[in-house]
């Protein structure tokens, strides 16, 4: 019986996941272009300071950062802000669509627990940036070649990010739902905590008073990981320390995301088409 309801349910999320990526792949050339431009913007402007910075005071290090280690370490930053950026408006978007479309009410009572959905989701997500994701690794791999341990620990560390993000996701899906009046909330938390995760440069930038919003901070402690295996600034313990927090982001945060999402769509119902 056990294994019947595992096999059913693994049928259920990845028909769920499978869903995700006929509507993703709907405009294929389009998509993955969109997903292989995304992390180049920010990385082609911060790329131009730190250059600019090096060239013109002829220094050799800005605190950990240096001449050969700054473009790799912005090729991370911008894998995590994309994928950061991509799962944190993921059920916004799709739900609005759902709305548009009017077929809102069927997802909602269709027999499947918030869990499963939320999991084919991440499937989905993750086959999705595989792409953009396995061209930058790759070209970080040949800029600064790092062992595929170090590799592993960082798609891992990248992957659980996107879990607890989608999470965080869910809650804002169900106000896009039920009340978009007030989605701007979501905006607001989205520019601060993308400052304080801290993706193109240090925690030494963020004013002393508001440094402690950069330490609680699971993206952040994502980030740090990956940088760890450029700077190896870390030792074991605090790689450690990291994980654990980036670790119950990931396995907290979505039951967190569901149980919200069922009490505010359950009270407000669907408003707005």
Not at 154 to 169: A, D, K, N, Q
Not at 214 to 235: D, G, K, Q, W
Request: glycine share 4%.
């Amino acid at each position: 019986m056990i294994h019947f309801l595992s096999i059913n349910r693994l049928r259920i999320i990845w028909a769920i996941a499978k869903k995700d990526l006929k509507i993703a792949f709907r405009f294929p050339k389009n998509f993955i272009a969109s997903r292989l431009i995304e992390p180049i913007r920010l990385f082609i402007v911060f790329g131009l300071v730190y250059q600019s910075f090096f060239s013109l005071t002829a220094s050799e290090t800005f605190g950990s950062w240096s001449k050969e280690n700054y473009i790799p370490t912005l090729l991370l930053g911008g894998i995590f802000y994309s994928s950061f950026a991509y799962a944190y408006s993921r059920f916004r978007l799709s739900f609005l669509s759902e709305k548009y479309w009017q077929t809102i009410q069927i997802f909602l009572t269709a027999p499947v627990s918030k869990a499963d959905f939320l999991v084919g989701s991440a499937l989905a997500v993750a086959i999705e940036l595989s792409i953009p994701t396995s061209c930058y690794l790759a070209l970080f791999q040949f800029i600064y070649p790092v062992s595929p341990v170090s590799l592993f620990l960082i798609l891992m560390t990248l992957y659980l990010m996107l879990l607890g993000t989608l999470g965080f996701s869910l809650m804002q899906g169900a106000f896009a739902i039920s009340n978009q009046n007030y989605l701007f909330i979501f905006d607001y938390i989205y520019a601060g905590w993308s400052l304080f995760s801290c993706f193109y440069y240090t925690s030494a930038a963020i004013p002393e008073a508001l440094r402690f919003l950069t330490t609680i901070n699971p993206v952040y402690h994502a980030m740090e990981i990956a940088r760890a295996m450029v700077f190896h600034h870390l030792s074991c313990v605090q790689i450690l320390i990291s994980m654990a927090y980036v670790l119950f982001f990931a396995m907290v945060v979505p039951f967190l995301g569901a149980a919200f999402f069922r009490k505010v769509v359950r009270e407000l119902g669907v408003r707005g088409f």
